[in-house]
C-alpha cells in the first residue's frame, strides 16, 4: 500500500474520481489506429482483418508487485507485458490496452499518474496505446489490465497444436524475473540486472508474429513457468515434451544471484514465470533467427527433462500458495508472512 | 466477503487456479462469432466492420456488492450489465466479454461458478458471450470486467455531439437500483421490484443501435447518476442541459420504498446510478419508440432542472465518497461504517 498525502498533489482522495481521470487520459498518447481513445463510455480501435485478439489479467498488491520494490511507472511496465506477450503469444500484434485500477483514496496521484505512463511507455513501441478504463476506491490496489490485438490476416496460434517431431524453442529470458525476486525477497544487494528483470519484463514481442510467418505449431507465453506453461501445451495438444537441461544453462546473472541467494538457479529458468518469454513448437527445421531449441515433441503425455519427471514444483498456482501460506508452508516470494508495511512515499 | 469452505465443491484454494478455469470456461457457451474462446493466452472475436468497441469497469465487494446483498449470479449479472451498457451507449451491439477475477481462496467454487454463469446469462440474450479471463488470488473480491462490441460500420455515438435545440430524452428506469440501494441500506423489508433492480439493473440495450439509426447527437448510460452523466455531456459538447422536473417523476414503487425508508424518491431520480438507463440528445422530431423526452439543450453550460441548479450532490464520485468517509460523514449506500460481516454459505 502506498500513502502520499504529503506527496507531491495530493491523493487520489481528494482530487476525485474524474479529474484524475482527466489526468490520466491527458498523459497517454494514442495511435493512428485508435478510432476513439479515452474519455468516453467505450473506445474504437480499429480491428482490420474483422477480428480481435482479447486478453486479460489482474495484478494484486502483495501478491504480484510491491509497491517498496516497484515504482509506479515499474508496475505499469509489467502489468502491460503481462497482456501484451499473451497476445504476442497467439502471432498478433498488440493494439490497444484498457485499465481497470482499484485503489485506495490514500494513494498518491503521483502513483497513479507514473502506473499510467508505465502502461503507455511499454506499449509505445509496438504501436499500441491505452485507451481507455475505470478508476474505483478499493482497500487493495489492483490492476486489471486487457490487451487487444490484431492477427493481420494470420490465423491464431494456439496451444493445441504441437505435433510428435516438432522442435521445442524459446526466446526470451527465463529464470530472471524469480532470480530477481529471489534477491529482493533475501533483501540482498545488488544483483541490478536480475531485479530490474523482475521490475520490468522483456517480452520478445517481435518474435510471436515471426513464429506465426515461421509455420509454428503451438505457442504460449512463460508466465507460470517453464515446465508448467509447456505442460498446457502438452496436454491441449495432447502430446509429450522432453526439455534439454544442457540447452537450459542459467544465464550467467542467474548463477550470481544464485551464490548470494543460496537458490539453485536451474529451478528459476525451468519453474520460474513472469519474464514473459514465449516458448513454441515449430516443425523440424523451421525454428526462425532469435529462437533457441530446449527440446522436442514427443509422443506421449507429459513433460519431462532428459527423459525424468522434474523433481519439485511446476510452477506457480495462485490458489495453491495461497493454501500453502494457510497451512503455514515456508514462505515464496510474494507472500503476506514476508510482507513488511513499505516506507511512505516522500 | 464469503466463505464456504462448507459449501458444496469447497473453496477455490483448494480446487486451484487451473481447474477452477477449466471448470469455469465449460459453463460458458460461446456464440458463432467467438472465433477462439476461454483457455489460450488470448480469446479472438469477430469485428466484422474492422472496428472493435471496448471498455471496462471494476466491481469491488463491500463498494459496489455486498455479498450478503447480492448473490454470486447477481452480482455476474450486475458486473455484465455496467459493461454491455457502455458498449450500447455508443451505439454499439456487444459481442464479448472477458473476466478478471480477484478472489480470497476461500471463496467458495459454487460462487465463482455462479458468478461466471451471471456474466454469460446477462449476455447471452444479445448474442454476446464470455470469451476469457484471469483469476487470482485475493484480500478483497473484485471483478474487473471488459466488454467490445461491434458498430456494424455505424460511426460511435460520442458524448460531445449534443446541439442547442436537441432533445434530451431517456430510455430505462432512473433510480431504481438507488432505491433498492436505500431498503438494503435500511434493513428495510418488502419493496422487492426495486430491490431486484438494484441486484440485477436492466439496461435498455436495444435502445442503443436504434438510437444511432435515429440519427442521435450524443449518448451515454447512466452509471453515476442522471444530473452527473448529463453534465459530462454538456461538458464535452460544450452545451447546457436543462431538464422538466415533471416528465421525470418518480415510478410507483420509488415512492412505495420512499415513504418506507424517509428518502426523497426525485433525488434518486436524479442523483442515482447503476440503472444504466441511456440518456442521449436527439436532434428534434427525431426520438424514437421506447425513449421519453425528459429535457431540452441550449446554448451555454451546465445542467439545471426547470431552469435552476439542482440542490445537493449530482451523483457519485468513488473517491469523494471514500474521502467523506474518512471525513465521518453520515453513511450513503455501500460504507465500511454499516459494513456487516456477512452469513457465511450455506
Same mark, same amino acid.
Given at each position: 500500500m502506498v500513502t502520499g498525502s504529503d506527496g507531491p498533489g495530493g491523493d487520489v482522495g481528494a482530487l476525485g474520481e474524474f479529474a484524475l481521470?482527466?489526468?490520466? =487520459?491527458?498523459r497517454l498518447p494514442q495511435t493512428a489506429q485508435v478510432h476513439l481513445?479515452?474519455?468516453?463510455?467505450?473506445?474504437?480501435? =480499429? @480491428? *482490420?482483418?474483422?477480428?480481435?485478439?482479447?486478453?486479460?489479467?489482474?495484478?494484486?498488491?502483495?501478491?504480484?508487485?510491491? +509497491?517498496?520494490?516497484?515504482?509506479?511507472? &515499474? #508496475? %505499469?511496465?509489467?502489468?502491460? !507485458?503481462?497482456?501484451?506477450?499473451d497476445v504476442a503469444a497467439m502471432g498478433a500484434r498488440p493494439t490497444a490496452l484498457l485499465v481497470g485500477l482499484a485503489m485506495p483514496p490514500e494513494t498518491p496521484v503521483v502513483w497513479a499518474l507514473g502506473l499510467a505512463e508505465g502502461l503507455g511507455d511499454e506499449c509505445a513501441p509496438l504501436g499500441a496505446s491505452v485507451v481507455g478504463g475505470d478508476v474505483v476506491a $478499493? *482497500?487493495?490496489?489492483? #490492476?486489471?489490465?486487457?490487451?487487444?490485438?490484431?492477427? &493481420?490476416?494470420?490465423?491464431? #496460434? +494456439?496451444?493445441?497444436?504441437?505435433?510428435? %517431431?516438432? #522442435?521445442?524453442?524459446?526466446a526470451g529470458r527465463?529464470?530472471?524475473? !524469480?532470480?530477481g525476486l529471489a534477491v529482493l525477497s533475501a533483501? !540482498?544487494? %545488488?544483483?541490478? &540486472?536480475?531485479?530490474? !528483470?523482475?521490475?520490468?519484463?522483456?517480452?520478445?514481442?517481435?518474435?510471436?508474429?515471426?513464429?506465426?510467418? =515461421?509455420?509454428?505449431?503451438a505457442m504460449c507465453d512463460v508466465s507460470d513457468g517453464l515446465l508448467a506453461d509447456l505442460g498446457h501445451v502438452a496436454e491441449s495438444s495432447g502430446v509429450a515434451v522432453d526439455l534439454d537441461l544442457a540447452a537450459l544453462a542459467p544465464d550467467p546473472p542467474l548463477l550470481a544471484a544464485a551464490a548470494t541467494t543460496g537458490d539453485d538457479a536451474r529451478s528459476w529458468v525451468l519453474t520460474g514465470g513472469e519474464d514473459h518469454a514465449l516458448? @513454441?513448437?515449430?516443425? $523440424?527445421?523451421a525454428v526462425p533467427p532469435g529462437w533457441r531449441q530446449v527440446g522436442v515433441v514427443n509422443a506421449g503425455s507429459g513433460v519431462t527433462v532428459g527423459g525424468v519427471p522434474w523433481p519439485g514444483a511446476a510452477g506457480f498456482d495462485h490458489f495453491a500458495s495461497a493454501a500453502s501460506e494457510a497451512r503455514g508452508d515456508p514462505p515464496r516470494g510474494y507472500h503476506p508472512a514476508?510482507?513488511? *508495511?513499505?516506507?511512505?512515499? $516522500?
Amino acid at each position: 500500500m502506498v500513502t502520499g498525502s504529503d506527496g507531491p498533489g495530493g491523493d487520489v482522495g481528494a482530487l476525485g474520481e474524474f479529474a484524475l481521470i482527466r489526468a490520466v =487520459a491527458a498523459r497517454l498518447p494514442q495511435t493512428a489506429q485508435v478510432h476513439l481513445g479515452p474519455g468516453d463510455d467505450a473506445a474504437v480501435v =480499429a @480491428a *482490420p482483418d474483422g477480428r480481435v485478439v482479447a486478453t486479460t489479467d489482474v495484478l494484486v498488491e502483495g501478491r504480484h508487485f510491491r +509497491t517498496d520494490w516497484s515504482s509506479a511507472r &515499474d #508496475v %505499469g511496465h509489467k502489468a502491460a !507485458a503481462a497482456n501484451l506477450a499473451d497476445v504476442a503469444a497467439m502471432g498478433a500484434r498488440p493494439t490497444a490496452l484498457l485499465v481497470g485500477l482499484a485503489m485506495p483514496p490514500e494513494t498518491p496521484v503521483v502513483w497513479a499518474l507514473g502506473l499510467a505512463e508505465g502502461l503507455g511507455d511499454e506499449c509505445a513501441p509496438l504501436g499500441a496505446s491505452v485507451v481507455g478504463g475505470d478508476v474505483v476506491a $478499493s *482497500p487493495v490496489l489492483t #490492476v486489471a489490465v486487457t490487451a487487444l490485438g490484431s492477427l &493481420d490476416g494470420r490465423e491464431p #496460434v +494456439t496451444r493445441s497444436g504441437a505435433r510428435a %517431431g516438432d #522442435v521445442v524453442a524459446v526466446a526470451g529470458r527465463l529464470g530472471w524475473s !524469480a532470480a530477481g525476486l529471489a534477491v529482493l525477497s533475501a533483501q !540482498a544487494q %545488488g544483483h541490478d &540486472d536480475v531485479v530490474e !528483470a523482475h521490475r520490468r519484463p522483456r517480452p520478445p514481442y517481435a518474435q510471436g508474429p515471426q513464429a506465426a510467418l =515461421a509455420g509454428v505449431h503451438a505457442m504460449c507465453d512463460v508466465s507460470d513457468g517453464l515446465l508448467a506453461d509447456l505442460g498446457h501445451v502438452a496436454e491441449s495438444s495432447g502430446v509429450a515434451v522432453d526439455l534439454d537441461l544442457a540447452a537450459l544453462a542459467p544465464d550467467p546473472p542467474l548463477l550470481a544471484a544464485a551464490a548470494t541467494t543460496g537458490d539453485d538457479a536451474r529451478s528459476w529458468v525451468l519453474t520460474g514465470g513472469e519474464d514473459h518469454a514465449l516458448v @513454441a513448437c515449430f516443425p $523440424s527445421g523451421a525454428v526462425p533467427p532469435g529462437w533457441r531449441q530446449v527440446g522436442v515433441v514427443n509422443a506421449g503425455s507429459g513433460v519431462t527433462v532428459g527423459g525424468v519427471p522434474w523433481p519439485g514444483a511446476a510452477g506457480f498456482d495462485h490458489f495453491a500458495s495461497a493454501a500453502s501460506e494457510a497451512r503455514g508452508d515456508p514462505p515464496r516470494g510474494y507472500h503476506p508472512a514476508t510482507w513488511q *508495511p513499505p516506507r511512505p512515499a $516522500s
